[in-house]
């Protein structure tokens, strides 16, 4: 079992920054790719970036490219997930998921959130314009 924590959202302005934090524990992060997800009010969840177990592939979709960076330190146990340029359209409660069987291949598509096996509680970020 891992247990997944989010923490570091909050309201921000919109060109402002923030910083997720998924902390780990019950098993080393370095096992697992993770992921970050979103879900807006009455919008669908969506992944926004993956990263591999060695970090060989970081991918994220488009709509946050250049702004977005994921990061894991395994050290630490924890992932982050730095937001930049924030704008209301990133408004939405933020997901952390670890998938035990992603491939490197499946990481560069951002997988659906059926492909990873443990999932946090979220943490609200809201962009205000």
């Known amino acids: 079992q891992v247990q997944l924590v989010e923490s570091g959202g909050g309201l921000m302005q919109a060109g402002g920054s923030l910083r997720l934090s998924c902390a780990a524990s019950?098993?080393?992060?370095?096992?697992?790719?993770m992921g970050w997800f979103r879900q807006a009010p009455g919008k669908e969840r969506e992944g926004v970036s993956c990263i591999t177990t060695r970090n060989t592939i970081i991918n994220y979709i488009d709509s946050v490219k250049g702004r977005f960076a994921l990061s894991r330190d395994n050290a630490k146990n924890t992932a982050y997930l730095q937001m930049n340029s924030l704008n209301p359209d990133d408004t939405a409660v933020y997901f952390c998921?670890?998938?035990?069987?992603?491939?490197?291949?499946?990481?560069?598509?951002?997988?659906?959130?059926?492909?990873?096996?443990?999932w946090g509680q979220g943490t609200q970020v809201t962009v205000s314009s």
């Open positions: 019950g098993r080393p992060l370095s096992s697992y790719a």
């Open positions: 998921a670890s998938g035990w069987n992603l491939s490197p291949d499946m990481c560069a598509a951002i997988p659906r959130q059926g492909r990873y096996d443990y």
